[in-house]
């Protein structure tokens, strides 16, 4: 019976050992040492510093400097680097075309297009179109056929809309519905839509 007694003892005394050994092994995984965790932090700085990419743009005529990330899409870094705001950031996936600028000429959709990808290159937004006080025909067409109704998808439309009309698509309606089908508009003004990129086409 004190054989068995004393087996018991040293089983606790064991199992108390490993225990403690264990839980001491986890609060130096969870609490490193200083030195650890600041050569961690210092790599980390290092690294975030190093991604840093210089973006040189001419914004709507401006030529405009950034300092960004180079996963920083052409839409956020117009939108909160530059206070453009009219570019709508509608579904941040390419698919509603509320995000459309320009770039060198071309209708892109800035939310899958990265700044840094655009270097160099010009870039027209809708604040870039009107002439001071003086709208562009397209927001002027806009305006007379009633083509919006809430608004958040005009600045995209009119974009891709003056893009169309250069681009040699506004011969009929069919063609317009064709080359406008990247933007979605969820208040249905499509019809309006229509008939103001053929007014403007018209009057160009």
């Not at 998808?153 to 250069?166: D, H, K, R, Y």
């Not at 011969?171 to 064709?178: L, V």
């Not at 089908?181 to 008939?195: H, K, L, M």
């Amino acid at each position: 019976m004190e054989e068995q007694s004393r087996d018991d003892e040293v089983s606790r005394r064991g199992f108390l050992l490993t225990s403690a050994a264990a839980a001491g092994l986890t609060a130096i995984a969870e609490h490193p040492r200083p030195a650890v965790a600041a050569t961690a932090a210092t790599a980390t700085a290092a690294g975030a510093a190093a991604a840093v990419v210089e973006v040189a743009l001419k914004v709507n005529g401006k030529e405009r400097t950034l300092s960004l990330d180079p996963r920083v899409t052409l839409l956020d870094a117009l939108r909160e680097r530059l206070d453009l705001t009219g570019t709508k950031k509608g579904c941040d996936r390419g698919q509603c075309g509320a995000c459309t600028v320009h770039v060198d000429g071309r209708r892109v959709l800035s939310c899958l297009t990265l700044a840094a990808g655009v270097s160099g290159k010009a870039v027209i937004t809708i604040e870039g179109l009107a002439d001071g006080d003086r709208l562009h025909p397209v927001q002027r067409a806009f305006v007379e056929c009633d083509g919006l109704q809430c608004g958040f998808c005009t600045p995209g439309q009119v974009m891709s809309a003056v893009a169309l009309i250069e681009e040699g698509y506004a011969g009929s309606e069919a063609e317009i519905r064709e080359h406008m089908s990247g933007n979605i508009c969820r208040c249905g003004a499509y019809q309006q839509i229509v008939q103001a990129v053929r007014m403007a086409k018209e009057g160009a």
